[in-house]
């Protein structure tokens, strides 16, 4: 937090690429050693998604009104990013924000859910305990290290990330001065 957005650059274009690719990488495996269980992940999604239930559900609107409030909130806090970055080519940073929403969304989301469908009913709940429960389901013990350390990752790195958006907040209402403060009481937070 001391070392500014060099030092928050230089921490998170390390760590958010190695942990995206771990995830992948194991999301990729598990699928790959439960490939005999694919079809009925996929039979899953389509079963539903063409339900009598999620077809009336789109009619009456509820499916775009879910989607439209995910799909904003899904930009988090990506437009500030991009918006602060130098670069000689302002598309440029519009690609790679599409990159990344696409990863994002599309992958790491997917992998996600087929990962969910692969464990076969072995995991239930919802969120998190879902993921963890799903992932032990596969790799045992393993799976639920692995996406509690994944877990700290992501939000370790999104932490970073909306602290320097709060500190370029309150450097604007409250200048300088008030940095300090401002860390003390994020690092107070975090614990």
């Known amino acids: 937090f001391f070392g500014g957005v060099k030092r928050i650059a230089s921490v998170t274009e390390k ?16 699928i790959l050693l439960n490939i005999g269980n694919t079809g009925m992940a996929f039979k899953a999604i389509f079963v539903n ?14 499916g775009m009104r879910k989607a439209i409030r995910f799909g904003v909130a899904r930009m988090g806090s990506t437009p500030h990013a991009h918006a ?12 790679v924000a599409i990159v990344t929403v696409f990863i994002d969304t599309f992958v790491i ?5 087929l990962v969910i469908l692969i464990a076969d009913g072995r995991a239930n709940g919802t969120g998190i305990s879902l993921t963890q429960q799903a992932f032990q389901a596969v790799l045992g013990h393993f ?12 939000a370790f790195s999104t932490i970073i990330g909306w602290y320097f ?8 209402l409250f200048g300088k001065k008030a940095l300090n403060v401002y860390r003390a009481l994020v690092m107070a937070c975090i614990v």
Not at 109 to 113: E, G, V
């Open 84 to 95: 602060i970055a130098k670069v000689k080519n302002p598309e440029d940073q519009g690609h």
């Open 109 to 113: 989301l997917t992998l996600s859910a």
């Open 165 to 172: 958006f709060g500190e370029a907040n309150v450097k604007y």
């Open 49 to 62: 998604a063409f339900s009598t239930k999620a077809v009336l559900g789109g009619f009456a609107g509820a």
């Open 15 to 30: 760590i958010v690429p190695i942990m995206a690719i771990l995830y992948v990488v194991t999301c990729v495996s598990i």
């Open 143 to 154: 799976g639920v290290i692995f996406v509690a350390v994944a877990l700290f990752f992501f």
